[in-house]
């Protein structure tokens, strides 16, 4: 090789034609890492499950013969249209509740912020068929509403299984969701951009659509990117009080549960891979156009009090916490009975889970030290992912397919991500169709440890985690970058000195939403637990199959107390934390 193409060879490797230094090839090989574990995660598990789907339920080659029946099936159209319906119809609710609950911590001056906030992630900590537990003891047929007290006050039957019960599962699950989001989007404002606003003598509604909105539109995006894809692609709720009204996600669960029939379940499953790609679409045009909105000299917004906005704002904040307290006591009552609705006398009995299937209090600790794991691990991986991608240098185009891959597993019901990791975790050789050679897989040990959980619950939840750390750095001016570059500062002091700290809020957010849905997960692991390792999510499960639906409400109460006493412990631990980091924001 002659020393002209030595040259051009170091020019084709380089940032913008300039021999790399060491720093530049750092962050190209951590960004090269984060690639290979998403693809890990994600991708090459769906790899022998995609195989799966064009075989019959013999292992047999059979082309696209599963699509075609599947979509011949006249149940399909109905199955499709109804989730889409459920979807627009809660990510309409969610996006909209969870915007004016975040506008009111955010940007008004009411009184119990704090409270509300706490509060207001309540829905959060409560595992998806508890939702739906806690409704039918509301509205089922025996339910408090619907029998009017037990027949001390008028009756209101709702017509809880189908449609209605599922739009109201599906917002008390997709609200906290997207509160995490847009409190984030709406926290980090320039209070110039208001002052010049109301020296301009602009009207209140319209500095809202001209400043308020545009400077929170990539969260408002991603938003309603979570709560449509989620809503979509959810099978807890539907399952418990869907009734006769199918969606796509319990036709999975029906032919994989019900008929065994893993070929048509995957083939299903690449169905809802559908609004993944639309969303990604949608989130990267928005990318294009988002500029910084937090600049070096911006001036933190302090919140002026007026009375009648704020008096609004927390008679809202107040409804919809109520009804979440409302849903979370019925819980707790219905678990304190003896048997419901007939025996309203108090017992612990239902505490008592030596009786009942599920692992009893085993299976709790066991999701508390899982939750732990996954918090810890998944937020160091998840911020340093979103890091790279928003700041990284180089190697554009592998961010670009990070960024994709990080979106992806939303689209991804928790049932065939977790059946996923069971057709890939669980073959010690993965066979290459239509060839007598395989690949040796070298993960095969994680299957039935407590390693293969972990990993499942940080990418079955990464996403939601990934687009709050994104949003979060995407409104820091690349200015901070590029001072401590010309200061010729490493990326990685800049990153723990300044990014990390002016990032506390996010990451503390995304922690205590790993932990809380690490310990109230369902589908995502229900195929991989260990028959040693019992769960309190899948308890639940259980319990509610065998008919202990009393120990199950009960199982619930334990997981949200819990997740909530950690909430509370969590704040107080880190408001010294909090206050020291984000000391940028005092005037």
């Known amino acids: 090789m002659t020393a002209s193409t030595k040259q051009n060879f170091w020019q084709r490797l380089s940032l913008k034609g300039q021999v790399n230094t060491a720093e530049d090839w750092l962050m190209r090989i951590f960004i090269v890492l984060g690639s290979l574990f998403l693809l890990i995660g994600v991708v090459i598990p769906l790899y022998p499950m995609l195989i799966r789907s064009f075989q019959n339920r013999a292992g047999e080659w059979v082309g696209l013969s599963n699509y075609i029946r599947y979509l011949t099936t006249p149940a399909l159209a109905a199955s499709f249209t109804n989730s889409l319906l459920i979807a627009i119809a809660t990510t309409l609710v969610s996006v909209i509740l969870a915007f004016g609950f975040a ?49 001390r006050l008028p009756g209101w039957d709702i017509n809880l299984y189908g449609e209605h019960g599922i739009i109201i599962g599906e917002v008390l699950y997709c609200f906290p969701q997207a509160l995490v989001i847009l409190i984030t989007a709406l926290s980090l404002t320039d209070a110039r951009l208001y002052e010049a606003s109301e020296v301009l003598g602009s009207p209140p509604w319209r500095t809202f659509l001209t400043v308020t909105i545009p400077s929170v539109k990539y969260g408002l995006i991603s938003a ?12 807890g709720v539907p399952k418990v009080v869907g009734g006769n009204y199918n969606v796509l996600a319990t036709d ?60 609004i704002m927390f008679g809202f904040c107040l409804l919809v916490v109520a009804t979440a307290l409302i ?15 007939y025996d309203f006398s108090l017992s612990l009995n ?29 937020t160091i991986l998840v911020f340093i992912g979103a890091y790279l991608v928003e700041k990284g240098k180089g190697l554009a185009w592998l961010r670009g397919v990070n960024y994709f891959l990080s979106t992806l597993p939303l689209a991804l019901p928790g049932l065939v991500l977790g059946l996923a990791y069971v057709f890939f975790f669980n073959q010690p050789t993965i066979p290459i169709p239509a060839t007598e050679y395989a690949f040796v897989n070298p993960l095969n040990s994680l299957y039935g440890t407590m390693g293969i959980l972990v990993l499942c619950n940080v990418i079955h939840f990464y996403t939601v985690c990934f687009l709050t750390a994104n949003t979060a750095l995407k409104q820091l001016d690349p200015e901070f970058e590029a001072v401590s570059a010309s200061l010729s500062v490493p990326f990685y002091k800049t990153f723990w000195r300044v990014t990390v700290p002016m990032s506390i809020p996010a990451i503390l957010e995304i922690g205590i939403y790993y932990f809380v849905n ?70």
Not at 259 to 277: C, E, H, K, R, Y
């Open 224 to 235: 309603i990117f979570v709560c449509f894809t989620l809503s979509f692609t959810d099978f």
């Open 252 to 311: 999975i669960y029906k032919q994989v549960i019900g008929q065994q029939n893993f070929s048509m379940g995957a083939t299903i499953s690449v169905f809802l891979l559908i609004p993944t790609v639309v969303a990604y679409i949608v989130n990267r045009i928005v990318q294009r156009r988002q500029n910084a909105l937090v600049s070096a000299k911006a001036v933190p917004l302090q919140p002026k009090p007026n009375p009648l906005l704020d008096g």
């Open 350 to 378: 239902n505490y008592d889970f030596t009786g009942v299937g599920g692992g009893g209090y085993d299976s709790y600790w066991n999701s508390i030290r899982m939750a732990g794991y996954t918090a810890v691990v998944g």
């Open 327 to 341: 849903v979370f006591g019925t819980i707790i009552f219905a678990s304190l009975v003896k048997v419901w609705p």
């Open 518 to 587: 690490a310990m109230i997960t369902i589908s995502a692991i229900i195929f991989l637990y260990p028959a040693d390792l019992p769960l309190a999510a899948v308890a639940i499960v259980n319990m509610d199959d065998a008919g202990d639906i009393d120990a199950a409400a009960a199982m619930s109460a334990l997981l949200v107390c819990t997740s909530l006493a950690v909430r509370i412990i969590y704040w107080l631990l880190t408001q010294r934390l909090r206050k020291r980091t984000q000391a940028w924001l005092q005037r």
């Open 103 to 151: 506008y009111a911590l955010t940007r008004t001056a009411m009184v119990g912020k704090g409270i509300f906030r706490t509060l207001g992630m309540l829905p959060l900590y409560i595992p998806p068929l508890a939702h739906a537990i806690g409704l039918i003891y509301l509205f089922g047929n025996q339910g408090i509403i619907t029998t009017g007290f037990f027949g």
